[in-house]
């Protein structure tokens, strides 16, 4: 079948009160900060915390038949494998993960929990997927794509559906791009409704696997990246020409733009977003001179975010933006030294976090040593303020690090 309005819609008709309906919001402070009318579409409030949900469903409701007593299996270690695991199981179907060896216990765990049965294999996706086609076959399983299949485009079409029923004269939407479906689905639905409306799509510049392949590049995915959800290294054969038809250009994200994405996602909006949901921000940010004054929909899909990266990320962006610093601070080797370089601090507001004194190791004479110290503070301004003070009270200082660039 072919992606359009109308299968678009049949799909909504299928999975509705079994999906969340989300919310559009629209973003008071990021409205202001960017100087854009801001709305956000909260697919991080599905169950699974993620958009996945709505083309799993909407593929597993089509099936009938021996599909439905032998099983399904899918390929992922992520969102989709929560969707396939959590619907594939409220509706009785049995349901296989095929899952990379390194996939944290985590989120085994939890689609385990789901009802899935999960096998290990491999060291990728693409390890992981031969593995799958041979599960398949001889189980007599039937596979659910994680992106290129039409009806799992159009279960994440109902996005856009929703998108645009909610916020009808949107002059432009911003979207993660992996292998496709999502934007796929929201672009066919987004342009038949109101043909004006412009979707952009983001990819991590680590995984630009749909920018290069419309633009006829040789592919370069590959890298760690903290948008995983998008980290596609071929994009879909059925996604790709809907792309080129209705999507009008693709941005690509720094890891260091989609990492102060999530932060400023949830510092001005309390919204905990992943890697992937906080490309469209990171764009948004980047090219805001491009949207100035129009209404620009940003698709927030998951929140399916380690608790060890999140706390990274947010002690990283106070180190950035010098809310916690670090200062080498030289001084005499004598008693009362270090006191009077904390009252020091303490004076101009400074709150001393950490003190490494150091004699043994640093190269200064053997009568002065050196203290690194952490200091949590307002901003760069405040963290020059304390430098200077120290340095004219006798106390040569700097600030350790590139926090003072950021």
């Known amino acids: 079948m072919a992606v359009t309005l109308e299968t678009i819609k049949e799909a909504a008709q299928s999975i509705a009160g079994e999906v969340v309906h989300t919310p559009v919001i629209h973003s008071d402070a990021l409205s202001e900060m960017l100087g854009t009318d801001v709305f956000l579409k909260l697919e991080n409030l599905q169950r699974t915390g993620a958009f996945k949900d709505r083309g799993a469903l909407a593929k597993l409701k089509s099936l009938e038949g021996d599909a ?90 109902t996005v856009g559906l929703e998108l645009m029923e909610t916020v009808t004269d949107l002059d432009a939407i911003i979207c993660p791009i992996g292998g496709g479906g999502l934007i796929a689905g929201v672009a066919t639905a987004a342009k038949a409704m109101r043909s004006r409306v412009e979707i952009f799509g983001v990819q991590a510049e680590l995984f630009p696997s749909m920018y290069q392949a419309i633009h006829g590049l040789d592919p370069t995915a590959g890298g760690e990246t903290i948008a995983e959800g998008i980290a596609v290294k071929v994009p879909g054969k059925i996604t790709r020409p809907i792309v080129e038809e209705h999507v009008d250009g693709i941005f690509l994200a720094s890891e260091l733009a989609i990492e102060s994405a999530i932060e400023t996602m949830l510092d001005q909006t309390k919204t905990l977003v992943e890697g992937a949901a906080a490309a469209p921000l990171a764009a948004l940010m980047e090219h805001k001179a491009r949207f100035a004054g129009k209404k620009v929909a940003l698709i927030v899909s998951g929140a399916n975010i380690s608790s060890r990266l999140l706390a990274s990320i947010l002690m990283r962006s106070l180190v950035r933006t010098g809310r916690i610093t670090s200062l080498r601070i030289s001084m005499s080797d004598n008693p009362g030294a270090l006191a009077s370089v904390a009252t020091h601090i303490g004076e101009t507001g400074g709150n001393i976090v950490e003190i490494v004194h150091q004699r043994l190791f640093y190269d200064v004479p053997v009568k002065s040593t050196q ?26 200082c700097r600030q350790l690090g590139d926090t003072a660039n950021g």
């Open 68 to 157: 439905n007593k032998k099983g399904v299996i899918a390929v992922s270690a992520g969102n989709h494998a929560q969707g396939v695991a959590l619907h594939a199981t409220r509706l009785g179907i049995p349901s296989t993960i095929v899952m990379p060896k390194d996939t944290p216990f985590t989120k085994v765990n939890r689609t385990q929990s789901m009802g899935a049965r999960v096998v290990l294999h491999g060291d990728s996706f693409n390890d992981c997927m031969p593995h799958a086609e041979k599960l398949m076959q001889k189980d007599g399983l039937t596979f659910v794509h994680p992106f290129d299949d039409e009806t799992v485009i159009a279960g994440q079409g």
């Open 371 to 396: 203290a690194d110290i952490v200091v949590e503070t307002r901003d760069q301004s405040h963290v020059r303020e304390i430098v200077t003070r120290l340095t004219a009270a006798g106390f040569p």
